[in-house]
């Protein structure tokens, strides 16, 4: 079982950053895989980045490679998304997920952080 809570949502004018945590409990956290995904108004959740259990192997979505970057700390059972040169199409809730498969989402989710990038 591992429990997720992000953190470091907020408004930003585009080209702006913006860095969000997600902070983990439970022994297992640095074994597992790690991943961002979000959801806009009206839209599904979709695939933002993922990191390995060492983090040696990251995987981004399309839409946001070269601008976003996932990390993790495993000594603080935390990973990262900083975000930058954000975009209005950016805005959305962003999900922390654990033990995903690449793209795919694994079972454990975090309750979300709001991100609105204003034009």
């Known amino acids: 079982q591992v429990q997720l809570v992000e953190s470091g949502g907020g408004l930003v004018q585009a080209g702006g950053s913006l860095r969000l945590s997600c902070a983990a409990s439970?022994?297992?956290?640095?074994?597992?895989?790690m991943g961002w995904f979000r959801q806009a108004p009206g839209k599904e959740r979709e695939f933002v980045a993922t990191?390995?259990?060492?983090?040696?192997?990251?995987y981004y979505a399309d839409s946001v490679k070269g601008r976003f970057t996932i990390s993790r700390d495993n000594a603080k059972n935390t990973v990262y998304l900083q975000m930058n040169s954000l975009k209005p199409e950016d805005t959305a809730v962003y999900y922390c997920?654990?033990?995903?498969?690449?793209?795919?989402?694994?079972?454990?989710w975090g309750q979300g952080t709001q991100v609105t990038v204003s034009s």
């Open positions: 990191i390995s259990w060492s983090g040696e192997r990251t």
């Open positions: 997920n654990a033990d995903p498969t690449t793209s795919y989402p694994g079972q454990y």
């Open positions: 439970g022994r297992r956290f640095s074994s597992y895989a």
